[in-house]
T-cell receptor
Framework: NAGVTQTPKFQVLKTGQSMTLQCAQD?????MSWYRQDPGMGLRLIHY???????DQGEVPNGYNVSRSTTEDFPLRLLSAAPSQTSVYFC??????????????????FGSGTRLTVV | KQEVTQIPAALSVPEGENLVLNCSFT??????LQWFRQDPGKGLTSLLL?????REQTSGRLNASLDKSSGRSTLYIAASQPGDSATYLC????????????FGKGTKLTVNP
């Protein structure tokens, strides 16, 4: 199993450029999400998806778009890159099942990250 | 708003020592709590996952406990090794929301030979 695959691993953008960070998982997980990690701020949720065709905003969604056309893929688009978007981006996926009448979540699997620098 | 706190922020120990990393959270309504390891410049590796109905999980030299009533989890590392040096993050999945993870800021562990 490849797990969660992120591409590219590194990227340098100029201010105002756009790009798409790719994320793919082969575990048939319903839930996928994007986090950014910044020094002193920890990991913060950007966008998430509970299934194909469904997306929602997290804590820091401004400047980013997502779509979920398939279960496997969850790309993150930077519309017009800004230096404040310099960060390490992580994609994660998870699944749940009903057990004893309640949802039981089975934890998150993370990709290896994309280190983005906006100059 | 759910918050997760990890204390200490950094810890340095000699090789062979047993150690405990602490994680506290403000709301006991969680689905699970997960411990991750992050090496410098790398992604997050899942270590242990404790469901809300469980009290502890073990994997090799690692043991994680969960006490929902007090809002605390601990990660116990036995016989620490230099290869254990990394940042350890705890994260919980709160109930009734977006199923997102709420992370602590981590404990940076250094194990000295």
């Amino acid at each position: 199993n490849a797990g969660v695959t992120q591409t590219p691993k590194f990227q340098v953008l100029k201010t105002g450029q756009s790009m798409t960070l790719q994320c793919a998982q082969d575990m048939n997980h319903e839930y996928m999400s994007w986090y950014r990690q910044d020094p002193g701020m920890g990991l913060r949720l950007i966008h998430y998806s509970v299934g194909a065709g469904i997306t929602d905003q997290g804590e820091v969604p401004n400047g980013y778009n997502v779509s979920r056309s398939t279960t496997e893929d969850f790309p993150l688009r930077l519309l017009s890159a800004a230096p404040s978007q310099t960060s390490v981006y992580f994609c994660a996926s998870s699944y749940w099942r009903m057990r004893l009448g309640d949802r039981e979540f089975y934890g998150y699997t993370f990709g290896s990250g994309t280190r983005l620098t906006v100059v | 708003k759910q918050e997760v706190t990890q204390i200490p922020a950094a810890l340095s120990v000699p090789e062979g020592e047993n150690l405990v990393l602490n994680c506290s959270f403000t709301d006991s309504a969680i689905y699970n709590l997960q411990w991750f390891r992050q090496d410098p410049g790398k992604g997050l590796t899942s270590l242990l996952l404790i469901q809300s109905s469980q009290r502890e999980q073990t994997s090799g030299r690692l043991n994680a406990s969960l006490d929902k009533s007090s809002g605390r989890s601990t990660l116990y590392i036995a016989a620490s090794q230099p290869g254990d040096s990394a940042t350890y993050l705890c994260a919980e999945t709160p109930q009734g929301g977006s199923e997102k993870l709420v992370f602590g800021k981590g404990t940076k562990l250094t194990v000295n030979p």
